[in-house]
């Protein structure tokens, strides 16, 4: 079976309307459970997993396009959506670059956490290039299970999955949680950064399983998660005031990756 192409022209057909409201809305996304891929090697690195594509949105130029072509030559059965130059620009969230999108099921979360395996826990953090780039550094680093408030930034949005470059399709996450409930039943240690803390990250013991809990940009882990977690500082002898999260999260995990390393 080939693929079959399908030229649009018009911004109110149906094929349109449905892909514009994954990219846009939230709401919108979790009610038909499908979300958005832009670009190739997302699309590659999704498609990697074994897992299936509903849907390519794609310009006439880039159906020119050397590593469009490899990637459309694995596939076949599937509707191929061909949307004028300035219909595609005026939906895509990415910058410039080869003009593919992949509408996919939105993947469930897994049964449930293992509370004994490394976790990133990530506590109403609200940009989606914090979230993207933790995920790819726990990725990284070997943490497999990420857990998230329900007041962080949404995993499957086309923004966070551009930012985590395929870091999803490797980890096991849960959305929505409850942290305030679930943090108090771990018997893991927890770690929280926090320029209040007496103990530097580099007195820690990282050698056995963890729980790492990172906090919202702007306010930092909640008082009540707080209550539940061990504060670490981060030793910066230049003196600035604090830390971007994401760069923040690296440090902790890769000086957990260095001490299990030797």
């Known amino acids: 079976m080939t693929l079959s192409f399908i030229d649009i022209h018009a911004k109110d057909n149906n094929k349109v309307k449905h892909l514009r409201g994954l990219c846009e809305q939230a709401n919108y996304r979790k009610k038909q459970q499908q979300t958005v891929l832009e670009g190739v090697h997302l699309i590659e690195a999704y498609l990697k997993t074994g897992k299936s594509v509903n849907a ?44 593919i999108m992949a509408v996919i099921n939105t993947p469930a979360s897994p049964a449930e956490i293992n509370q004994n395996s490394d976790m990133l826990v990530l506590e109403n953090l609200q940009d989606p290039g914090n979230v993207g ?7 990284a680093a070997g943490i497999k299970q990420i857990i998230c408030s329900t007041g962080t930034a949404a995993i499957w949005s086309p923004r966070v999955l551009r930012a985590g470059m395929g870091a999803q399709f490797s980890l096991s996450i849960f959305e929505h949680v409850a942290l305030d409930s679930l ?51 981060i030793p910066q002898p230049g003196g600035q005031e604090s830390l971007n999260v994401a760069i923040a999260g690296a440090i902790c995990l890769f000086e957990m990756v260095r001490q299990r390393l030797t």
């Open 56 to 99: 390519f949105y794609l310009t006439r130029q880039a159906l020119e396009n050397m590593e469009v072509q490899q990637l459309l030559d694995q596939l076949s059965g599937l509707p191929v959506y061909v949307l004028t130059e300035s219909l595609y620009q005026d939906i895509r969230t990415l910058g410039p670059g080869i003009d």
């Open 133 to 139: 780039t933790l995920l790819r550094t726990a990725a």
């Open 183 to 233: 943090i108090p039943t771990f018997s893991l240690p927890v770690y929280a950064t926090s320029s209040h803390a007496q103990q530097s990250l580099y007195q820690l013991d990282l050698k056995q399983p963890c729980v790492w809990l990172m906090g919202n940009e702007g306010q930092g882990i909640s008082e009540n998660l707080l209550q539940h977690a061990q504060g670490i500082a």
